[in-house]
């Protein structure tokens, strides 16, 4: 079973609808992320939580909303979704501490697309 | 936080050495030079990670001169399962980790 767990692998929905998208891992890690990627670039940061009380905007935080339920799990929203939030999106967690410093573990990914 | 430079795409052979570069002109005193390689519909996976001089592993070496401003990946022999997108980073931490559009490599037969 994989580390970092991401459902669902992929989903199509329409524009105005909510979508969550879930994040479970067994590392035990602290820090958890979530991650976008568009066609042919690199990844972007949409938040970011450093412990379940701890949650912070990463470089493109609008129009998603996160929940930190529990330090196994991550959830990202999008209230409303719209077509240019189709992506490929990542959760990934990593350790506080230790070597290699700011490892991170990445999820499968979740494909999103906006209709 | 080091902005990164690399190519963006670089061909190779089965066999081959592949070496990428990156320029990292302003990293910080803190930052440790990262490398992660991504496969196509996958998330990115750690390959490897250095502060100077040179670190080897089973998958590749990092080399960093003494100034840290550049720092090469070396793949020792690819094969055709090598195809994937290379990222470098300059980063202390899970959160400060940029991802730019990396190097896309590809292994020809």
């Known amino acids: 079973d994989a580390d970092v767990t991401q459902t669902p692998r992929n989903r199509i929905t329409k524009t105005g609808k909510r979508i969550m998208l879930e994040c479970s891992q067994t590392k035990g890690h602290d820090r958890m992320y979530w991650y976008r990627q568009d066609p042919g670039l690199g990844l972007r940061l949409i938040y970011y939580s450093f412990d379940v009380k701890d949650i912070n905007k990463g470089e493109i935080s609008d129009g998603y909303s996160v929940s930190r339920q529990a330090q196994a799990k991550f959830s990202l929203s999008l209230e409303s979704a719209i077509p240019n939030q189709t992506a490929l999106y990542f959760c990934?967690?990593?350790?506080?501490?230790?070597?290699?410093?700011?490892?991170?573990?990445f999820g499968e990914g979740s494909r999103l697309t906006v209709l | 936080l080091a902005k990164t430079t690399q190519p963006i795409s670089m061909d190779s052979y089965e066999g081959q050495e592949v070496n990428i570069t990156c320029s990292h002109n302003?990293?910080?005193?803190?930052?440790?030079i990262t490398w992660y390689q991504q496969f196509p519909s996958q998330g990115p996976r750690f390959i490897i990670q250095?502060?100077?001089t040179k670190v080897t592993n089973e998958v590749a070496s990092l080399f960093i001169p003494a100034d840290r401003k550049s720092s090469t990946l070396s793949l020792p022999r690819v094969s055709l399962s090598d195809t994937a997108v290379y990222y470098c980073l300059g980063n202390t931490g899970g959160f400060k980790t940029i991802f730019g559009a990396g190097t896309r490599l590809f292994v020809k037969a």
């Open positions: 990934a967690t990593s350790e506080g501490t230790g070597s290699p410093r700011g490892e991170l573990f």
């Open positions: 250095g502060y100077k």
């Open positions: 302003n990293i910080a005193t803190n930052d440790y």
